[in-house]
């Protein structure tokens, strides 16, 4: 098959700027090529056999440059085909060919690399206003090429276009040319001649850029651009308005709840100022009831101190009393005529007795309740230092919820301004719909805030109530402790003064009892001195008795009159020594 293009001196002008050939093969137009002096001429071929004779038959001329590459519309791996045929080689296999040439046979096939035209032309930095030529002869290729070269936007920088295409496909893959000139003249290429004097089957057709189509098709397709631009702004003006519709409603409940929200806030802030007023009456009573614990810790001071004041009096009255006692056993044991003065003191001494173990269970009774007061007192003041506790933690609710007031107050003023900058942007419609869109969201967030926080405070609001509640009842089971304590300070009062009443008359009776003692001392000494003088006589009168007495019947006589003044005088001996012995 010979392949020749119709490049020659009727379509091509005297001088060009650039030219461009993929699929040179041999090259026969080189020559002719080269007397229309091109500023640069770039020769591309896939066969390395072909491109190497090619570049020695360009080596003398620097401005051709021939490059061995396998241009195809997808880069990648490929594989070559060389037929026995000059200049049919391809990246296809050539099944329409072998029916116009029976005889066509594969002399090889090898892997390649396939690329794209782009990257062979950015090189040469082409542009529009250049006289740029472009000659493809691609078996099976040719489309994906000028598709691959008008997606780069490069197709539109060749004024003039040479085609060698069959007139239906001779290779696998292939489309025929009618196909390619008519996508050709939908990019603005303009048929100019068809040269079919070397291969009718496969004629090089020449095309030019029409730039007054190209323009008109860029116009088109700039409208229809615009118009499918402007179908979706309206349709995206449609939904927009429907969002700012929308958004406009969501504002309006955003408002009605903030109002809402408003209205719980003055609502919990009436509350807060009710707790406030309620937290100072509870510290007011609870001052008053530290005031009370002080004075009935004074008054239980008061009422230790004299309690102490009377065991101590208690236990002097004790010792004196044993000593009493003691000596009124002594007393008792001393005469016979004192028997009944006896008697009747040891009934006093019981009455003291008995008297006394009263006291003494008086004095444990007062014990327990001076510790069951000790107790209650340090109740009471662990009752003030978690009632002062609950108190810190109201002021800190207070302080908490106006912090959380002036935060909505900001908050408010916050939406009050968003406002005004929506009603002030109402004109911009897009820029409105955003404002918009973003002011929900915050608004819902806000929202969502607000709802947690009315729910928090309304929480705390119960809380405050039932604590309020509990301190209520606190404070009245104090009240009530307090009543009865200082019931019981009377009692003790007036168990106090009778304990007073009862020792002045032990005193009473003590004085009476030393000075009956005095008595009883005084006769003691002096009938023990009566008994000394009788004592002395009866000595003195034995002595005389025995001196004068020789009988026996007198000694047995005065014996008789002796013996009761002996048994007297042995009985008061006796009664004497066991007194002495009491008395150690």
Not at 472 to 494: I, M, P, S, Y
Request: a negative charge; one cysteine or more.
């Amino acid at each position: 098959m010979q392949r020749e293009t119709a490049v020659n001196g009727n379509q091509m002008q005297q001088h060009i700027d650039v030219l461009v050939h993929f699929g040179a093969g041999r090259c026969s137009e080189l020559d002719k090529y080269l007397a229309l002096q091109p500023g640069r001429l770039l020769l591309v071929e896939a066969d390395p056999l072909l491109a190497e004779m090619l570049h020695a038959r360009a080596a003398a001329f620097p401005h051709v440059q021939v490059c061995c590459a396998a241009v195809a519309g997808v880069a990648g791996p490929g594989r070559f085909y060389r037929y026995n045929l000059p200049d049919a080689g391809s990246l296809h296999a050539a099944s329409g060919l072998r029916q116009l040439f029976p005889g066509l046979r594969t002399l090889e096939q090898f892997d390649v690399e396939m690329v794209r035209p782009e990257s062979l032309l950015h090189p040469l930095r082409l542009a529009a206003e250049q006289d740029n030529f472009l000659v493809i002869d691609l078996p099976g290729e040719e489309l994906p090429v000028l598709q691959a070269l008008q997606d780069s936007r490069q197709l539109h920088l060749f004024r003039q276009l040479y085609l060698n295409c069959g007139r239906e496909p001779l290779y696998e893959g292939s489309v025929a040319a009618r196909q390619i000139l008519n996508w050709l003249q939908e990019q603005g290429f303009d048929l100019l001649a068809v040269n079919d004097r070397q291969d009718p089957d496969r004629p090089c057709w020449s095309l030019q850029r029409n730039g007054s189509r190209l323009e008109v098709i860029s116009l088109r397709t700039q409208l229809e651009r615009l118009t499918l631009e402007r179908d979706e702004q309206m349709q995206l003006a449609n939904e927009r308005q429907g969002q700012l519709d929308d958004a406009m409603v969501r504002q309006a409940d955003l408002e009605q709840q903030l109002a809402g929200l408003q209205v719980q806030i003055a609502t919990l802030e009436q509350t807060r100022i009710d707790l406030e007023q309620l937290a100072g009456e509870r510290a007011a009573q609870i001052e008053q009831l530290a005031q009370a614990h002080d004075a009935q810790t004074q008054l239980a001071s008061e009422r230790q101190q004299l309690l102490d004041a009377a065991m101590i009096r208690q236990a002097d009255l004790e010792q004196q009393h044993a000593g009493l006692q003691a000596q009124v056993a002594t007393l008792e044991q001393t005469r016979i005529d004192l028997e009944q003065l006896a008697g009747e003191r040891a009934a006093q001494i019981e009455q003291l007795a008995q008297a006394h173990d009263a006291q003494t269970q008086l004095a444990s009774e007062r014990q327990q309740l001076l510790d069951a007061a000790m107790i209650r007192q340090a109740d009471l003041e662990q009752q003030h230092a978690g009632l002062q506790a609950q108190v810190a933690t109201l002021e800190q609710t207070r302080i908490d919820l106006e912090q959380l007031a002036g935060e909505r107050a900001a908050q408010i003023e916050q939406l009050a301004q968003a406002h005004d900058a929506q009603t002030q942007l109402a004109s911009e419609r897009q820029q409105l719909l955003d404002a918009a869109m973003i002011r929900q969201a915050d608004l819902e967030q806000q929202l969502a805030g607000l709802q947690a926080q009315v729910a928090m405070l309304a929480q705390t609001r119960i809380d405050l109530e039932q604590l309020a509640g509990e301190r209520a009842a606190q404070v009245e089971q104090l009240a009530r402790d307090c009543t009865g304590f200082k019931q019981e300070l009377v009692d003790a009062r007036r168990t106090t003064t009778l304990s007073v009443k009862l020792q002045t008359l032990r005193e009473a009776d003590l004085k009476d009892l030393q000075h009956r003692y005095q008595e009883l001392v005084t006769r003691q000494e002096s009938q023990h001195q009566l008994l000394i003088v009788l004592s002395d006589r009866l000595s003195a009168a034995s002595g005389y008795l025995h001196q004068l007495a020789d009988t026996p019947e007198l000694e047995q006589l005065l014996a008789r009159q002796l013996e009761p003044v002996s048994g007297n005088v042995s009985r008061q001996a006796r009664h004497d020594m066991n007194k002495t012995g009491t008395v150690e």
